[in-house]
């Protein structure tokens, strides 16, 4: 199954990049983290493997996260007519899954931050209920980018939402 979801976000795309690879700042946007550490590597680094739960609700899950492309590898000085790129899969129990983040310029003040998913579950059950779950699937994307977009134009964390 795969999505794309995108926003824009009022923050020069060189800014964007720096907050989206700061691990520092997950906690504050990515709703729902319970834990990210790199098992080796450093993070947001190519070839990055980290340890990853999430809380939603009463669901748990864990994975494991591995950095497959971040270009350009040094987030300074980017030239305008660059795209910058993030991809990552992620294996848990039942499913792999593959982001794969894209950052354009869409103004001299704006980034368009495009989201490309591709969800792939093992197990009859799982892939029985697959189909039903790209609505919620595209709603926690959108959820996660509307979350960040708040926490880089507002400095909102999602740890001090109400509910």
Sequence with gaps: MKLTVSIEIALP??????????SAHLPKWLRGLVLHEPLNGT???????SRVVMQMG???????????????????????DSVVHFDREIVAEGMWSAARERLTEAGPATTLWVSENEY???GLPMRLVAPFMRGALRKQVQQHMQ????????????REAKG
């Design 58 to 80: 009463q669901q748990k899950m864990e994975g494991t996260e591995i950095i497959t492309r971040r270009e350009p590898a040094n987030l300074q000085g980017i030239p305008s």
């Design 147 to 158: 979350d960040f977009k708040a926490f880089a134009e507002q400095g909102t964390d999602v």
């Design 13 to 22: 795309r060189e800014k964007v990049a720096q907050l989206l690879a700061d």
């Design 120 to 122: 792939r579950f093992s």
């Design 43 to 49: 993070h947001g680094q190519v070839g990055t493997e």
